[in-house]
């Protein structure tokens, strides 16, 4: 059975004004995420800049998250380097700290070949005492991990235990989930194919919107677990009107980030060299997140 299920967000790195990590305002956010109904967070994803932060900063934002976090609450926790000597170096730091997965990306610079793929994941499950997930981001990274090394890593390693696709392709995560669904946790990484992809056999999502909406995320989860179709159909397209302004339209985390300031969270504006956006795209943020009720 897939050990991870349910709406996990991807939070921020909250800074402050001379762009030093907020600590008091990002134990804040993740009581606000827990009391928000998610099943779990995601520290030092695309959404935390985890390229922005130094290792010692990256140990740190962990240690805040899992001291906060209840130990009932799973904290998965990114661990994507350009060379795999680096992911084993920080991967071992990590599971040092008690995070309960390790989330993966390709190396995003060199475009590595699918041998090398598997060569990059293969080592690292050998030599890291602790679980692993995928996470396909062709968005950053530039490239899909293939199915048939993402099913062969399956096969040969046990401790790689599923994937966040953030590809938005609805055929890919059909085959992912007629490959490997009964033994392998698949989770949609882009918000708009949530519901669509759990109709499937998904086992949950990583979005970045949970960071705007958690209360909408965590009842679209609920509906669908209920089977309450209609509501989830409408809580689905509530989600998608917030995607797609804040994730989509403007510089991700200088979006996210406006946002949530917006909902009272004060989390500051992302580091260079990200900007703040102006007030058209501003407005255009306040708009979505009235329409979707959510403001």
Request: hydrophobic share 45%; net charge negative.
């Amino acid at each position: 059975m897939p050990m991870l299920e349910g709406v996990f967000v991807p939070h921020v790195t909250p800074f402050d004004g001379d762009e030093n990590i907020n600590e008091p305002v990002l134990r804040e956010i993740v009581h606000y995420f827990i009391s928000s109904g998610l099943n779990g967070l995601v520290s030092l994803g695309s959404n935390g800049e985890f390229p922005y932060l130094s290792f010692e900063e990256k140990l740190r934002v962990v240690e805040i998250v899992r001291e906060e976090a209840p130990s009932k609450i799973p904290v998965i926790a990114g661990a994507t380097e350009n060379s795999t000597r680096e992911v084993l170096r920080l991967g071992k730091a990590l599971l040092d700290l008690g995070v309960d997965v390790l989330l993966v990306g390709p190396p995003y610079y060199f475009k590595p070949s699918p041998d090398e793929l598997f060569a990059h994941y293969s080592t690292l499950a050998d030599e890291l005492d602790g679980k692993i997930l995928l996470y396909n981001v062709p968005k950053f990274a530039g490239l899909n991990i293939p199915i048939e090394v993402i099913e062969r890593l399956a096969e040969e390693h046990s401790n790689i235990v599923g994937i966040k696709d953030s590809g938005s392709n609805m055929g890919r995560i059909c085959e992912l989930v007629r490959r490997l669904g009964d033994r392998f946790t698949i989770l949609a990484g882009t918000a708009d194919v949530m519901y669509p992809s759990w109709v499937l056999g998904a086992h949950g999502a990583v979005v970045a919107v949970a960071n705007v909406a958690p209360e909408l995320c965590a009842e679209l989860w609920r509906a669908f677990k209920e089977e309450n179709h209609e509501k989830a159909r409408e809580l689905q397209l509530r989600v998608n009107l917030v995607n797609e302004v804040v994730v989509k339209r403007y510089n991700q985390i200088s979006a996210i980030k406006a946002a949530m300031e917006m909902r009272g969270l004060s989390v500051d504006r992302p580091r260079l060299p990200s900007l703040s956006l102006d007030e058209k795209a501003l407005e255009d943020i306040r708009e979505a997140l009235r329409t979707a009720g959510v403001l």
